[in-house]
C-alpha cells in the first residue's frame, strides 16, 4: 500500500470556478477525513465517512462545499463558486475505526490557490 | 473556541539540546493526546501519543508528558536534531471523535 494519495497536489483556479479534489485513502482503512489548513494554522476538521456514509460535517462546511466517498473507497472534495477565501491546503487522511492511538495517515495534500 | 493551544508559534534549539513543545488544552472529555510532526509541502505524520490514563509515553528521543489537572501536555525531543527542524501539531481526541489539532509550532534545530 502507498499510503494515502491526494490528486492533484495543486490547483489554480479563478474565483466562481468549481473545482473537484481525489482522495485514494489506505485500503484497509474504513474512515476517511478531510481538513483544510491556512497559513499559521492547525489542520481544521471539514467532514469524514464511515465507508459510505458521511457521519459529521463541520460548520467550516459551507453549502458550497460537498464531498462523497460513493463506495466507502476513494473521495472526492467538490467545492463550486469558488472565492478567495477557499485557497488553503486540503488534506485527506484515513484511519481505522478505531484510530488511537495511532491516529491519522494523512496524504500530501492539494494546495489550492483562487485568483 | 480554541479547544487546543499552542501558545508558542515558533521555538529555535541548539543541535543536541532539549526541545520543550508545549501544548494546552480545554476539554476535559480528552482521553488520548496525539503529536504530529509536518515538513513543508508534506501531510501531518504521526509522533507520538499519550492516553489519559497514563502521565508520560517515551519513544526514543521523544517523551510526551500529560499533566491532566493542569489540562497540560509536553513534547521533549533530546537530543534534538537538525531533521527534527518541522512544524509539530497537538492534536487531542475524545472516543471516536475526529482530532482536533492546535495551531502548532514551528520548531528550528540549528547545528
Known amino acids: 500500500d502507498t499510503g494515502v494519495s491526494q490528486n492533484p497536489r495543486h490547483k489554480i483556479t479563478k474565483r466562481g470556478q468549481n473545482v473537484t479534489f481525489r482522495c485514494d485513502p489506505i485500503?484497509?482503512?474504513?474512515?476517511l477525513y478531510w481538513y483544510r489548513q491556512t497559513l499559521g494554522q492547525g489542520p481544521e476538521f471539514l467532514t469524514y465517512f464511515q465507508n459510505e456514509a458521511q457521519l459529521e460535517k463541520s460548520r467550516l462546511l459551507s453549502d458550497r462545499f460537498s464531498a462523497e466517498r460513493p463506495k466507502g473507497s476513494f473521495s472526492t472534495l467538490e467545492i463550486q463558486r469558488t472565492e478567495q477565501g477557499d485557497s488553503a491546503m486540503y488534506l485527506c487522511?484515513?484511519?481505522?475505526?478505531?484510530?488511537?492511538?495511532?491516529?491519522?495517515?494523512f496524504g500530501s495534500g492539494t494546495r489550492l490557490t483562487v485568483v | 473556541d480554541q479547544q487546543v493551544k499552542q501558545n508558542s508559534p515558533s521555538l529555535s534549539v541548539q543541535e543536541g539540546r532539549i526541545s520543550i513543545l508545549n501544548c494546552d488544552y480545554t476539554n476535559s472529555m480528552f482521553d488520548y493526546f496525539l503529536w504530529y510532526k509536518k515538513y513543508p509541502a508534506e501531510g501531518p505524520t504521526f509522533l507520538i501519543s499519550?492516553?489519559?490514563?497514563?502521565d508520560k509515553n517515551e519513544d526514543g528521543r521523544f517523551t510526551v508528558f500529560l499533566n491532566k489537572s493542569a489540562k497540560h501536555l509536553s513534547l521533549h525531543i533530546v537530543p534534538s536534531q537538525p531533521g527534527d527542524s518541522a512544524v509539530y501539531f497537538c492534536?487531542?481526541?475524545?472516543?471516536?471523535?475526529?482530532?482536533?489539532f492546535g495551531k502548532g509550532t514551528r520548531l528550528s534545530v540549528i547545528a
Open positions: 487522511a484515513s484511519s481505522y475505526e478505531r484510530g488511537p492511538p495511532y491516529g491519522y495517515t
Open positions: 492534536a487531542p481526541n475524545s472516543g471516536n471523535t475526529p482530532l482536533v
Open positions: 485500503s484497509e482503512h474504513n474512515r
Open positions: 499519550i492516553s489519559s490514563i497514563k
